[in-house]
């Protein structure tokens, strides 16, 4: 059976048979941006589920299974910076790469990043195992993923929502969540690509922060409607 599967639709169960796994994530900077705002990038004061999964793979990654985030601790105070700088206001398209070169000049302009400083989390996440992998027992993953934690190591470098923002995973200790409660509005929970169709589907949730811990539901609030409509 082949290695790769098709996630769209699934749901990850109720509970899971294994604690999660947990690590901290500690950088000078981070970007989790809010999609609310188009012409300067904003971020919220957050990690988010989404940011979290990406780091998590970055670390250990396998197409028999998906990390599903469970919460989010925040360890240091929530601390602001702000960044301008000159971007590209296009992608790369074929025209670009038919003439053989992007003249930047006639594409540049200025954003705004408002953006987290020495920012501190623990991650809690579990490993949901694809329900037609041949190997449904995700033990041996799980420790694939704890040794690459313990030595520093992984596939491509750990980033806080922006590449240039790297982030340092380490084992867990007994940091506790900083004592702060928050309503974080609408967002981003889940993101799935369907190979039907070759397009990706967001889901999203009211995110709440109490006592430091962000706890993140199983399914977002898509899911959750369209499940309701059909019992």
Known sequence: MSNHHQW???RPPEDFRDPPLRVQVKGPYAAFTRPEFTSERMSYSVMTPTAAIG??????WKPQ??????????????????????????AITSAHRAQ???????VVQQRMTRMLRDVHYRVHAQMWVHPEAEEQNAAKWRDQFRRRVDRGQSFRTPF??????????VPTDDT????WDADLGIMAHSITYDDRTGKESYDWFDARVRQGVMRV???GLLAEHAEQASA
């Not at 299974?65 to 296009?90: C, H, K, Y």
């Not at 506790?176 to 004592?179: A, F, V």
């Open 8 to 10: 769209a639709g699934l």
């Open 55 to 60: 780091l998590l793979s970055a670390i250990f």
């Open 65 to 90: 299974f998906r990390f599903v985030v469970e919460q989010i601790d925040v360890l240091a105070p929530v601390q602001w910076a702000s960044m301008r700088r000159n971007e590209a206001g296009t």
């Open 100 to 106: 053989g070169y992007l003249d930047v000049d006639t």
């Open 160 to 169: 806080l929502g922006m590449r240039e923002f790297h982030a340092d995973v």
């Open 176 to 179: 506790p969540p900083i004592d």
């Open 217 to 219: 539901p199983r399914i």
